[in-house]
């Protein structure tokens, strides 16, 4: 059989933690043939709880299960590691300016990308930030860690790509997987842009299937840009198994690729279609069956694209700006 890939998780006892690690150890991430070691991390305080998770995780008696790291040392857990998925975050408290809340996270993420640069399998790893602000998270640990590509690096909007074609599906009553070329553009955020323009459903376009622009951008747009708002108003927690579920989808397709279909991955920019090189933004990406992604090249975007474009674009660099000193 396979070796086991060792598969770093940060803030593992957390609420996507604790939805996220039985995923992967029951074999959604990778597959059924592919065995794992979990390796958590953790802040001193919440070691405890991870011991608890840690033990639920051994009564699930997972075969593809062959071992599980209980850590507060980043080095620890990032040893050897194939996958780090960066979920641990500091949230808002009470109070909080954005900016200080991007500093707090820059020292968190500077700290990790130092110790994945040390100890991480640079050959074969892959790093997803799902914690927020997930983007410029991704930024700061990659820039912590010189010796590891870049595009090593992914932030998570996966999430905001399936809302938007659970919308989508609904709308047009299809099925999610009968929608193509769907995507968002930017920032994991507010000002993110879920685009429509390319989807088609069995060839024919979206727009002409739906053929209303009003709800297009008073209704579609809003409810996915401000979903995260909703689930916490009604659920009274945030998205955590919708988190979670997206992360798996995200990290399965980068490794098994998505048959010539778009995602959505924040990826390091190169400056495609005018973002500013070295942000990590989000593009409708192929994924190869080997591996490798592609940003979809060629694409048009009309007046109101752009306009939207340039907003998550603006937020980013200056999300980036605020941090810029405490980047080395
Ligand atoms: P949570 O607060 O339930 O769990 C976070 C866990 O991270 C806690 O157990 C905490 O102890 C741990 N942690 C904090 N700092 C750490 C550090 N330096 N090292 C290791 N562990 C650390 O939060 P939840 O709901 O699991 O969300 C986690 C993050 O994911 C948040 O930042 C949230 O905003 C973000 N998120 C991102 C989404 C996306 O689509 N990109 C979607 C949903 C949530």
Request: net charge neutral; glycine share 8%.
């Amino acid at each position: 059989g396979k070796q086991p890939v060792r598969i770093a998780v940060t803030g593992a006892s957390g609420q996507i933690g604790y939805q996220l690690l039985f995923r992967i150890a029951s074999g959604s991430m990778l597959g059924p043939d592919q065995p794992v070691i979990l390796q958590c991390l953790e802040l001193p305080q919440a070691m405890n709880a991870l011991k608890g998770v840690s033990m639920e995780l051994d009564d699930c008696a997972f075969p593809l299960l062959k071992g599980i790291v209980q850590t507060d040392d980043p080095n620890r857990a990032f040893a050897g590691a194939d996958y780090a998925l960066l979920v641990g975050a500091r949230p808002r408290s009470k109070g909080m300016e954005r900016g200080d809340l991007l500093k707090a996270n820059a020292e968190i993420f500077s700290v990790q990308g130092k110790a994945l640069d040390k100890n991480a399998n640079k050959d074969t790893l892959r790093v997803l930030v799902v914690g927020n602000p997930a983007n410029t998270n991704a930024l700061i640990a990659a820039r912590n860690a010189p010796s590891i590509d870049p595009k090593r690096f992914s932030a998570m909007t996966r999430l905001d790509h399936n809302r938007g074609l659970a919308q989508l599906a609904e709308k047009t009553g299809s099925s999610v997987t009968d929608i193509e070329k769907f995507c968002i553009w930017g920032n994991h955020s507010a000002t993110q842009y879920p685009d429509i323009n390319f989807g088609s459903i069995n060839g024919k376009s979206l727009t002409s299937i739906i053929n209303d622009d009003e709800w297009v951008k008073k209704n579609f747009i809003p409810t996915v840009q401000q979903r995260g708002a909703a689930i916490i108003a009604a659920r009274g927690l945030s998205s955590a198994a919708s988190a979670a579920s997206a992360a798996i989808d995200h990290m399965r397709d980068w490794t098994y690729g998505t048959n010539g279909q778009w995602t959505s991955m924040a990826i390091y920019s190169e400056g495609e279609y005018g973002a500013d090189k070295g942000l990590y933004f989000s593009y409708p990406v192929i994924v190869s069956p080997n591996g490798k992604y592609e940003i979809v090249k060629g694409l048009q975007l009309d007046q109101f694209s752009k306009e939207r474009f340039e907003k998550t674009r603006a937020e980013l660099v200056e999300e980036m700006t605020a941090i810029k000193e405490l980047l080395p």
